[in-house]
């Protein structure tokens, strides 16, 4: 079958208040019922949920901004967005992160990111529940548990490129020392002939 809205795309399931089919794109998801985005909104408006108790009442809607809470099983750190900070933040509708680009200014930049990170640490989970649609308290755990293996890649691949950095430094620092004590250096010694 095809989605009722895009009649060229393949249905991923109907939604349970209407019956409609309904494409990735028109499927919203909530607590693993599905509902298509007229019902969702209608729902919403009138806080009447046909043949379901409202999902709002369990308090497991997202991305109803202040709206949604926090099921408090997500509470915590959030190492994702703290490692990630604004490319965290662009995948989870959490714009405010973008302030931590502000670590490409020097000195205050860089205090400012640092904040700006531990305040996502903090708060990462709340705000990517509120400004973005999950499908299920699992679905947001999974994203995050990705989001925190791609920082801790980040992390190790830029301790590795600091440590290039600070190797090539000192050699070229004694390069430079041995260079002074004998005139006639010449640094095109070092080329592979
Ligand atoms: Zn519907
Ligand atoms: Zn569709």
């Known amino acids: 079958m095809k989605c009722a809205i895009h009649t060229d795309r393949e249905e991923v399931g109907g939604c349970c208040n209407c019956g409609r089919f309904v494409c990735p794109e028109c ?30 009442a369990a308090g497991t809607v997202s991305g109803l901004g202040a709206t949604s809470q926090l099921p408090p099983e997500l509470r915590g750190w959030n190492w994702g967005a703290f490692l ?17 680009l502000a670590g490409l200014i020097p000195y205050v930049g860089w205090v400012i990111s640092i904040v700006m990170a531990i305040v996502l640490g903090v708060h990462g989970n709340e705000w990517a529940w509120q400004k973005k649609r999950w499908d299920s308290i699992e679905h947001f755990r999974k994203t995050q548990r990705t989001w925190i293996k791609w920082g801790v890649g980040m992390l190790v691949l830029q301790l590795l490129l600091a440590i290039s950095i ?19 250096f010449d640094w095109r010694q070092l080329l592979p002939r």
């Not at 693993?32 to 108790?53: D, R």
């Not at 990630?84 to 714009?95: C, D, E, Y």
């Not at 600070?166 to 006639?184: E, T």
Request: some cysteine; proline content about 3%.
């Open 84 to 100: 990630l900070t604004w490319i965290w933040g662009i995948g989870n509708n959490v714009w405010i992160a973008l302030v931590a």
């Open 166 to 184: 600070a190797v090539l430094i000192i050699s070229l620092i004694m390069i430079a020392a041995s260079g002074g004590a004998n005139s006639n």
């Open 27 to 56: 499927k919203v998801s909530i607590d693993n019922q599905i509902y298509c985005n007229a019902c969702m909104e209608a729902n919403l408006k009138t806080g009447a949920w046909p043949g379901h108790a409202s999902p709002l």
